[in-house]
């Protein structure tokens, strides 16, 4: 009855146009996720042909976890990843409440914006015949024992972020962005070193490609005047060793913006030098940092820890709820 009741409530907002949140049921874990519901359908622009395809909710979902997870990861990982990728997607969702990240669809396949996903054909190919036979059959079950959950903070879909290595500590967003989230703080992480980028990696740019990005970033600066080897300096640093601020001749930079312009693949920047043509970093780690490490994921799942464990030790203070209640 309650759930007819949603549903009535739900045809009446759009009758009337009333906004509305996404419907969040109490805490509760234990409650058998619910069916495919007709209701949960988003819409996915997909980056590679520019076609805004409609599907599933949890067909959606299943093609971000293969996307976004590596093919070998366990199946506590990848419950894991399910629920945080169900979680962003319903707050994108317009016919959830959420916000859309364009105006004919609730999310792009474009990683760079949204998660990434790709059909199940795409994966196949990606992952050969041999991969996909062994690995499809856990996303498909991870996605199906999580059907239907998403992670909360106080009722409200989470800001479910995630990265791939933070290489030793995941980072507070208030060091990455702007405002500070309660239950996205840093955190101790000491299960990602299988990951391929755990260990430093050193990065050489030619400097004119330096000057050239740094410029386009909004920050100005010559050839000339980054070879003479004071123009660049790292002004402000984060508690886990992440860049926060970089002086460019004289010009404020955001960390996360310094690391973008020049496609480096963590602001946990160890060392740079001007070396001939070239300016030389040394990057340890591989995304934003903020949330849960992907490869930290699947070191707790080898560690048997279940994905309940592996979402309250990266999102501390939220909880895994249902959409809707049944």
């Keep these: 009855m309650r759930r007819l009741f949603y549903l009535v409530l739900f045809i009446v ?10 419907i969040i049921i109490t805490p509760g874990i234990d409650k058998t996720p619910i069916a495919s519901d007709p209701l949960l359908s988003i819409r996915v622009h997909y ?3 520019g076609e805004v395809l409609q599907m599933d909710l949890e067909d959606y979902i299943k093609g971000v976890v293969a996307s976004e997870m590596p093919a070998s990861a366990g199946i506590e990982a990848l419950k894991a990843q399910a629920i945080a990728a169900r979680t962003i997607a319903v707050r994108k969702m317009k016919v959830l409440g959420g916000t859309p990240s364009l105006p004919d669809a609730d999310v792009t396949s474009d990683h760079r914006i949204d998660q990434a996903w790709n059909p199940e054909s795409v994966i196949r190919q990606r992952w050969g015949s041999v991969s996909f036979w062994l690995n499809w059959p856990k996303v498909v ?4 024992e999580t059907k239907g959950l998403i992670l909360t903070y106080r009722g409200l879909p989470c800001e479910a972020v995630y990265h791939s290595t933070c290489a030793g500590s995941t980072e ?3 060091d990455v962005w702007t405002g500070d989230v309660p239950y996205l703080q840093s955190a101790s992480c000491n299960f990602c070193s299988d990951s391929p980028y755990y260990r430093p990696e050193t ?7 330096v000057s050239a990005a740094l410029t386009n970033a909004g920050a100005s600066i010559s050839v ?4 003479a080897g004071s123009a660049l300096a790292i002004s402000q640093v984060s508690p886990t060793g992440r860049v926060k601020e970089v002086l460019v001749n004289g010009q404020k930079i955001r960390g996360l913006e310094f690391r973008m312009a020049l496609g480096l693949r963590s602001t946990r920047v160890l060392s740079f030098a001007v070396k001939g043509d070239s ?4 990057v340890k780690g591989y995304g934003h940092g903020v949330g849960m490490c992907q490869y930290g994921a699947m070191g707790m799942a080898k560690q048997n820890r279940t994905f309940q464990e592996i979402l309250s030790h990266y999102y501390p203070g939220t909880k895994v709820t249902a959409i809707f209640e049944e």
């Design 172 to 174: 507070a967003a208030k």
């Design 203 to 209: 990065i050489s740019i030619p400097i004119s490609l």
């Design 224 to 227: 000339s005047t980054i070879r």
């Design 279 to 282: 300016v030389v970093f040394q």
């Design 13 to 22: 907002g759009i009758m009337l146009g009333i906004p509305r949140a996404p």
């Design 47 to 49: 980056a590679p042909t």
């Design 141 to 144: 079950k991870a996605c199906q």
